[in-house]
Structure formats: structure tokens, C-alpha cells
């Protein structure tokens, strides 16, 4: 390369530097008016907000009772939220498929299946798949057993859970 081409390129190198500076400047005349001093921050808006009785109300309100859903749990409905566990889960007797099957998991010690490879966070655990159990798990299987194979985030809604505990509830009968 000659002389001329390294004038271009450090030529083109200070127009860049010179177009964000300026680019720069502008903004900050923009947004900044001439009484606001650098290290100060204003808000730009202030909202206050009230607080009604109403919602003082609910948030002191106990939480729905698991037993108490449980009880009204739709069976149709839970069937649906399977849907989210089939791909790796079975609910024929023996047939396992990424996780073990689900048949009478109701009661069923933890880590118990024949067979299967259980991820060593399971199989720490011990004691039964009881609905108290399954709920936790299903709320966020990561955090009740970290270090657990099961990728599923899990399920928010305690109805949902409620739901999908109850429909598996009746393949143990």
C-alpha cells in the first residue's frame, strides 16, 4: 500500500470519530437542558400511586388452599396438562420412554422404577411421590431437586397442577 491509501483509511478513521462526537453533542443538547448538571439525576416523570382498600384486601388474603383445589380438580383438564409431559413421559405400566411412566406414581417411592436411570438428585431424595410431593416437584422440578435430568420448567398455576395431580391420581386406582 502506498501513501495515499493509508491518508484514506486514517482519514476515514477521523471523519467516523468525528461524526459520533458530533453525533454525540447533539444528543446531549437534545435531552439536556442547560440548568442539568452531569452526576445529577431527575426523573422525567413522577407517578404516585394510591393504594385502594380493595387491593390492601387481597394481598392479605391467605392463598387458595392445594386441598381445597384438589377437591374441585377437573380430571378433562389435567388430561390436557399432560399433554405438556408426554413427549418424554408414558401412563402405560412398564413403559418408560425419556422419563419413567407415570401409572399409580401416586404413593410410589421416589426413584423406584425398575430398570430406569434415575438422576442422582432423585435418587438423593427417597420417600414417596405423595400429591404434597408432586405439587412441589411440578411447581419447579429445578429447584426441588437441583441438579435433576427433568428439564421441564415447570407448572405456575396450582390449579393446573391440581388438575394434572388429580388425572394421574385416577390411574392409580
Do not use: Q
Not at 470519530?17 to 435531552?31: A, D, V
Not at 394510591?50 to 378433562?76: G, H, N, Q, R
Not at 408414558?90 to 406414581?105: I, R, S
Amino acid at each position: 500500500m502506498d501513501t495515499f491509501e493509508w491518508t484514506k483509511i486514517g482519514g476515514a478513521l477521523c471523519g467516523a470519530l468525528l461524526f459520533f462526537l458530533l453525533l454525540n453533542w447533539g444528543t446531549e443538547i437534545i435531552y439536556h437542558s442547560g440548568d442539568d448538571h452531569y452526576g445529577e439525576e431527575k426523573l422525567a416523570y413522577y407517578l404516585e400511586i394510591e393504594v385502594s382498600d380493595d387491593l390492601e384486601e387481597k394481598s392479605t388474603e391467605e392463598a387458595v388452599d392445594f386441598k381445597t383445589l384438589l377437591a374441585s380438580a377437573d380430571i378433562e383438564k389435567g388430561k390436557k396438562v399432560f399433554g405438556k409431559c408426554k413427549s418424554c413421559h408414558k401412563l402405560d405400566d412398564g413403559a418408560n420412554g425419556v422419563g419413567p411412566h407415570l401409572y399409580k406414581v401416586i404413593n410410589r417411592d421416589i426413584g423406584s422404577i425398575e430398570g430406569f436411570k434415575y438422576s442422582k438428585a432423585l435418587m438423593g431424595l427417597g420417600g414417596v411421590w405423595s400429591i404434597e410431593e408432586l405439587n412441589k416437584y411440578l411447581t419447579k422440578p429445578s429447584e426441588y431437586a437441583p441438579g435433576t435430568a427433568m428439564s421441564f420448567a415447570g407448572l405456575k398455576k396450582d390449579k393446573d397442577r391440581a388438575d394434572l395431580i388429580e388425572y394421574l391420581n385416577t390411574l392409580s386406582e
